[in-house]
């Protein structure tokens, strides 16, 4: 039974002795959401928390870290550990679709098929890792990542994505979450407080933006990728290769008007690896290295709960945001960094990523041609996922009739942040489920369109 504990600090939580870190964690979360620990209040210290809860001062520790790279905390070397700015109304996660008890279908946006983690090669790689590792592996590792993984790195991004990568200018971070959070701050510090994101993007970064301190806008975007032209802001946020959730293109002339805008570029190549009907786009970093910070994750490839993530930095960001991850407390373990690199080193990650492109294009040729005669889709073929245009009316009861089908999907107008130009639809992650259940959420798919559009 749920129980009530306070601190000697006065910070009340309900939380549930035997929990664990993750319970831990979620009686914070809560406490925040609900506005009993309001944004700038200084939270209990780590010993403080740990002696009156009667855990290990390691636990909280942790569970502060993860919560500051989350955007819930702020904490800065030398000061009190407090609520972000924001913690208790901006960094709920996004409204999905809600549907009674558990769906039994998904094609939720922004997941890969977990079915596809390759569990043998993995496996193989952290033994050979862990036989071969010297002793200091398993101490605190460098607060930019792994030097193996960062050499790792630079040559696999300047081979698949036209990256141009120094090894000392890569940093590898807990997530593109944490390197959200971090970057927002960073900049902040260095006098840039205005960050745009486009207009529509996903939310959870923005609030993640917002909770770092930055004043977020919206661009708005077009067929041909963010109208650069209307950029007002010292620093954006972009999905060029393929915009999340429109699923288009930055257009050529476009990319070169950003690079030359003077702003401070996030170029967020979440599924780079992922284009199905012609020759892959190269990274805009290419264009201008000391203007674009590029960042690229394996959540998407391999599997999101590994949070691995890494930046590629301009040469005046690499020191500061080195700085920032350091007193954020969050990395991700020294060995699940060299099992990535001996993954990629020994071809085995090419192979795994060339398998995962074939199955999802296989499901998105399949969703296309089972879509009803008329309905079109948004966006190029690339990625996991894509937009079926709805009218606004039809997107008003796609909850209820996505909870009867048991399925969970996310609609398109919440993703906008100027709601006068918000269009219905729906976002389709089709690589959501696992290879099994992929024909089964199709169908309820397809029962919900045909209801919904009659």
């Not at 071809?347 to 399949?366: I, K, L, N, Q, T």
């Not at 269009?423 to 029962?447: M, Q």
């Amino acid at each position: 039974m749920t129980g009530s504990w306070a601190s000697s600090v006065d910070a009340h939580l309900d939380w549930v002795p035997g929990g664990g870190r993750r319970g831990l964690a979620e009686a914070v979360r809560k406490a925040i959401r609900d506005g009993r620990w309001r944004a700038g209040v200084v939270v209990p210290s780590t010993r403080a928390l740990a002696h009156d809860l009667g855990v290990a001062r390691g636990t909280v520790t942790r569970v502060y870290a993860d919560l500051a790279a989350e955007g819930y905390l702020v904490t800065s070397q030398g000061a009190p550990t407090r609520v972000a700015d924001g913690g208790g109304e901006l960094l709920v996660e996004p409204a999905r679709i809600p549907v009674v008890g558990a769906p039994r279908w998904t094609l939720e946006p922004g997941r890969p098929d977990p079915s596809l983690f390759p569990r043998e090669q993995w496996l193989a790689a952290t033994k050979r890792v862990v036989q071969r590792a010297p002793h200091e592996v398993f101490d605190y590792g460098d607060p930019a990542g792994s030097a193996v993984l960062r050499e790792t790195l630079a040559v696999y991004l300047g081979r698949s994505r036209g990256v141009r990568a120094d090894p000392r200018r890569i940093v590898v971070c807990a997530g593109f979450t944490h390197a959200i959070t971090v970057l927002g701050r960073v900049l902040v510090d260095l006098g840039l407080s205005s960050m745009a994101f486009e207009d529509p993007s996903y939310a959870r970064f923005r609030d993640l933006a917002a909770g770092a301190g930055q004043r977020v806008v919206g661009v708005p975007v077009d067929g041909d990728g963010v109208r650069v032209s209307e950029l007002d802001s010292p620093a954006v946020v972009v999905t060029p290769a393929h915009h999340f959730p429109l699923g288009v293109t930055l257009a050529p002339a476009r990319r070169t008007a950003l690079v030359r805008s003077g702003a401070v570029v996030v170029e967020d190549d979440y599924d780079g690896e992922f284009r199905f009907d012609r020759q892959r786009v190269g990274a805009l970093q290419a264009l201008a290295p000391e203007q674009v910070v590029y960042a690229g994750t394996a959540s998407k490839t391999l599997a999101p709960s590994l949070r691995l993530a890494w930046l590629v930095l301009p040469g005046r960001l690499v020191e500061p945001v080195v700085a920032a991850v350091e007193s954020s407390g969050a990395r991700p373990p020294t060995v699940d960094q060299l099992v990535l690199a001996e993954l990629i080193s020994s071809g085995a990650y090419d192979r795994h990523v060339r398998r995962s492109r074939v199955e999802y294009r296989s499901r998105r040729d399949r969703l296309v041609a089972a879509l009803p005669a008329g309905l079109p889709v948004s966006g190029i073929s690339a990625g996991l996922h894509l937009v079926v245009p709805l009218s606004l009316d039809a997107e008003a009861s796609l909850a209820s009739v996505a909870g009867r089908h048991s399925l969970r999907v996310e609609a398109l107008s919440p993703l906008w942040m100027d709601q006068e130009r918000r269009r219905g639809g729906v976002v389709v992650g089709y690589g959501a489920s696992s290879k099994a259940a992929f024909a089964g959420a199709l169908e309820a798919l397809l029962a919900v369109l045909r209801e919904l559009t009659g």
